[in-house]
């Protein structure tokens, strides 16, 4: 079992940037993805970004250039900095984890960007 502490929303001005974090603790061994999905108002989930252990990343088109995700693997921690944020990014932004697919899940971090 995994768990996952999202921390790093907050409110933005359009054009702005933010870093989210998400540390992992339990079996982290087990973990081979780590990835950053969101959530707006009346909308479904929504992947964001992916990161694998071979250091493979991917991200949805409508963040490509803006938004990066990286590892810290001695802090388990995996990070999603987004900066020239839009006011369409305004999402309940959640962090996922597993082996073979993404099993474990963060109670997420609101993030608010105004225009």
């Known amino acids: 079992q995994v768990q996952l502490v999202e921390s790093g929303g907050g409110l933005v001005q359009g054009g702005g940037s933010l870093r989210l974090s998400c540390v992992a603790s339990?079996?982290?061994?087990?973990?081979?993805?780590m990835a950053w999905y969101r959530q707006a108002p009346g909308k479904e989930r929504e992947f964001v970004a992916l990161?694998?252990?071979?250091?493979?990343?991917r991200y949805v088109d409508s963040v490509k250039g803006r938004f990066t995700i990286s590892r810290d693997n001695a802090k388990n921690t995996v990070y999603l900095q987004m900066d020239s944020l839009k006011p369409e990014d305004t999402a309940v932004y959640y962090c996922?984890?597993?082996?073979?697919?993404?099993?474990?899940w963060g109670q997420g971090t609101q993030v608010t960007v105004s225009s």
């Open positions: 996922a984890a597993g082996r073979t697919s993404l099993d474990s």
């Open positions: 339990g079996s982290i061994f087990s973990i081979n993805f």
């Open positions: 990161s694998t252990n071979d250091g493979r990343t």
